[in-house]
């Protein structure tokens, strides 16, 4: 597999670390639990977007691209991180919200990413829910365009074969230490989206010949939905690759029980596993991406879906930001009674 043929620009401090959690496996009884700590990889407050954007932004600038667009979610951790990362090449930003969460707390719509952005200093446009949003982009970019720039368009959560590149990157990674640590891996767990992260993961897994599963736990679209999604990206990315013969279509494995109302809907799920990582191993997930699929990978085991002695790799994919977003679901009683 030939990475480096690809232009691609350095913001991330890799390998991760791969690390046992010793008290949540205690606790659970079951499975041997490990994360994978892409939540510390990267620009501003880190997380899975930055590995995509060294491939996305190192193709932007081969292309002699003067202006980064993207789009996502209000709250959306690839928003604020590509603005750190054409920040980082010295790139101006113009990006796109879509309102897809609506009756919120303010802190949804002013705090969080979205403070993120604004530090950071795009060109911040909003968009209500529900429209094609890829769409959008594309008149921005015309706009653009006009106006005598080279824009280079980043589709949502830079899931595009390019983008997908990075997780291709962590799934060696992953094999890498697992072999260096002398740890037999049974399965790979993480949060699913815009599938940019599952398909990088497969074709790594696939194309190496290592063959570890990977569950992709949906935090938006239906099981079915996802896996297609999910297939359709990888089978790019595979060609992409030059891989050889067909990307098996099977190791595509998505359970979408751990959505709740929707996308970005809080689930006690959810709550729960927020707050059993912070208080057993001092680790912080995020509201609308891990902390679901940690929801899952927890129920999963509960109804004892691997044995003890497994082993089980959470891939952390950031978004920690998140957070502050929903204060008003994580801390619904301040500490302070102080008015302000
Ligand atoms: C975007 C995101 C995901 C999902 O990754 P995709 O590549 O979009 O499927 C998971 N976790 C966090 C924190 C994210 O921001």
Known sequence: MNLSAF???????T??????????????GGPNLYIKRDDTVGVALGGNKSRKLEFLLGEALAQGATHIVTQGATQSNH????????????????????ERVSNAHSDYYQNGNVLLDQILGATIETRPGGIDMNQELVSVGERLRA????????????SNAVGALGYVVSANEIVAQANAQQLRIDHVVHATGSTGTQAGLVVGMEGSNSHIPVLGISVRAAREQQEENVRKLARQTWELLRLRGDFPDAAVQVDADYVGGGYGIPTDGM???????????????????TGKAFAGLLDLIRQRRWKAGE?????????????FAYRSVLAPTPAFARKI
Do not use: K, W
């Open 7 to 13: 232009p691609r620009v350095c913001l991330t401090r």
């Open 15 to 28: 390998p991760t670390p791969l690390e046992f959690l010793p008290n949540l496996t205690r606790h659970l």
């Open 79 to 98: 928003v604020s991180q590509t603005i750190a990362a054409a920040n980082r090449v010295g790139l101006p930003s113009t990006v796109l919200l879509e």
């Open 147 to 158: 106006a005598g720039e080279r824009p280079y368009l980043i589709p949502g959560g830079g």
């Open 271 to 289: 709550l729960e596993a927020v707050q059993m990582l912070a208080r057993l191993e001092g680790i912080l997930l995020d509201p609308v991406y």
């Open 311 to 323: 082993n089980i790799v959470f891939v952390h994919t950031g978004g920690v930001a998140g957070l």
